[in-house]
């Protein structure tokens, strides 16, 4: 069974920045989308950012110019480097992957705390 490992979450004041990085733990596996999902306390999980196969991304409103994702050449690994983060981007970060046969995973989950 394929997992993913997540790592790079942590505290960090507000304006500052972290990485988080995610890989399969087969790594033969291919995932044709990879992405980072984030659950506040009371909140509903929610997409941050995607990157397809092809290379396109997609992010959540509130992340854009201040979020980046990207994966390694192998397509089964991927990292969120987030920056000039805000109190409210304090939650559970989790990382999704879909693979070609529609197999879909989802990694442990890593906190990230901003505080003020």
């Known amino acids: 069974q394929v997992q993913l490992v997540e790592s790079g979450g942590g505290l960090v004041q507000a304006g500052g920045s972290l990485r988080l990085s995610c890989a399969a733990s087969e790594s033969a596996t291919i995932f044709y989308i990879m992405a980072w999902y984030r659950q506040a306390p009371g909140k509903q999980r929610e997409l941050v950012a995607q990157?397809?196969?092809?290379?396109?991304?997609s992010y959540l409103d509130s992340v854009k110019g201040r979020f980046t994702i990207s994966r390694g050449s192998a397509k089964n690994t991927a990292s969120l480097q987030m920056g000039s983060l805000r109190v409210e981007d304090t939650a559970v970060y989790y990382c999704?992957?879909?693979?070609?046969?529609?197999?879909?995973?989802w990694g442990q989950g890593t906190q990230v705390t901003v505080s003020s």
């Open positions: 990157i397809v196969s092809g290379g396109s991304t």
């Open positions: 999704y992957a879909v693979d070609f046969n529609a197999g879909t995973y």
